[in-house]
């Protein structure tokens, strides 16, 4: 097809599907923020035999994919990651396709993951890519920047629980343990709120600790990177928790 005909088409009769066209963009002042996952990666990691609680080989290549992603698209100013998850940040005033929501997040995820069957010969080479692998993504309109550091002091706090959970199920099932027997082990009873009748409503969840690493989501860590400062903002506190109205 021919230029004349593209244009011929694009003024043409057809032209009405354009109105069936989703109008997602994100308004500024918000930040975008591109949070992809994994799909399916309990298999995948199974297939492919990554080592646990952490293959550090695969942590690597899911690195190597996001700085990819910034060089690709300059308009990216920040990334964290984690497991099989990647948090992107655009820039302030990004204009990167018109702020849509759906073309950004299209964009993001299809290229990340091109880009991760690409180099996985360079990080496996002696282990062969079994099937394609497969990513979600979300974007995240962050309001302001307090609602931006909250986000990311909210992935920060789930990368460390997840990671202490993982790292402890690993080493009790390398200990003899089954699979779920070590899942019992680290499980907890929390009493949250009582019945009309009086009796108490439980439920389950992991335990956690607290774990020391640099904190992203912290004023002196962000405001020492002029370039984050100058294309976001600064952070004007340290927050101690994540605020449950901006999550």
């Known amino acids: 097809m021919g230029e004349n005909e593209l244009v011929e088409m694009a ?7 354009k109105s069936y066209e989703v109008e997602d963009e994100v308004f500024l002042p918000n930040f975008i923020v591109v949070q992809i996952n994994g799909r399916g990666f309990k298999r995948f990691s199974q297939v492919h035999e990554f080592e646990k609680p952490n293959d550090e080989v695969a942590l690597n290549l899911m690195n190597s994919c996001a700085i990819c992603v910034s060089e690709e698209f300059p308009d990216v100013v920040f990334l964290y990651g984690f497991s099989d998850e990647y948090s992107f940040v655009f820039k302030k005033t990004s ?3 018109q702020r849509r929501a759906s073309k950004v997040e299209s964009i993001i995820v299809s290229f990340f993951t091109s880009v991760y069957v690409m180099k996985w010969r360079e990080f496996f080479p002696h282990k062969e890519l079994r099937y394609s692998p497969s990513f979600h993504a979300q974007v995240i309109s962050c309001a ?3 609602v931006l550091q909250s986000y ?9 629980t997840n990671n202490l959970h993982n790292t402890c199920l690993w080493e009790l099932i390398k200990c003899g343990k089954t699979e779920s027997e070590a899942l019992e082990l680290l499980r907890v009873i929390d009493i949250v709120k009582h019945r009309e009748n009086g009796s108490p409503v439980r439920r389950l969840r992991k335990k956690s600790s607290i774990v020391h690493s640099k904190n992203v989501a912290g004023k002196c860590f ?3 990177h002029t370039g984050l400062m100058k294309e976001l903002g600064s952070f004007t506190n340290d927050i101690g ?7």
């Open 11 to 17: 003024n043409s009769k057809y032209e009405y599907v």
């Open 95 to 97: 204009k990167f396709y």
């Open 144 to 146: 302001s920047i307090e």
């Open 152 to 160: 990311l002091l909210w992935r920060q706090t789930n990368c460390h």
């Open 222 to 224: 962000w405001n020492n």
């Open 241 to 247: 928790k994540v605020e449950p109205d901006y999550v």
